[in-house]
């Protein structure tokens, strides 16, 4: 087995050709990343704090109760999503704006998408060029209460279109 064999398997697990070049380019494997925290920022990343738990939960109950007077939703369906995935999954999310995934569970890039209760169809899309190899799937219903799936990404169709579909599964 050769040093670069890994440049196949990015294939099989559905690196955009660009990635691959940029890996055979640099000679990493992305398999091998490892983020490099020290001890402060550990401190910070270990649990979810209960500040932030408040918060999550202030923000559902508020947005059900803003429903149910208005008849409208907040548009806040992405941030509620990997807020869950935060404090459910202990996923360290990315700075915001950060390109091709949302955060790190483990090893593993995670891209969250949420399905909010307004959507006629249970799926999602996600941009094939994306740098994840594990979807996160939030279903929020219309009674606010949240469910969640992952997806390997190995297991999300490949194609020539800059966007998948990944319908919830049931």
Known sequence: MSDWDFLHDMHDQGYS???IA??????????DWEIMLDDEELDEIRLP???????FDNLVSNAKEYYQLTGRYLQ?????????????FGIIRHKPHTKG???????????????SPEKTEAQIQVKR?????????????????FESR???RKNISKGDGKYARVSWPT
């Open 22 to 31: 940029d890996a055979a380019a640099c000679g990493y494997n992305p398999d």
């Open 101 to 115: 995934s949302d955060g790190k569970l483990g090893n593993d890039f995670i891209e969250i998408k949420t399905i």
């Open 129 to 145: 060029s994306g740098n994840f190899n594990k979807l996160l799937i939030i279903r929020i219903s219309h009674d606010f209460t």
């Open 49 to 55: 704090s209960q500040e932030l738990i408040q918060i």
């Open 76 to 88: 806040i369906w992405g941030e509620l999503g990997e807020l869950f995935a935060e404090i459910e």
């Open 150 to 152: 992952f997806v390997r």
């Open 17 to 19: 050709p660009d990635q």
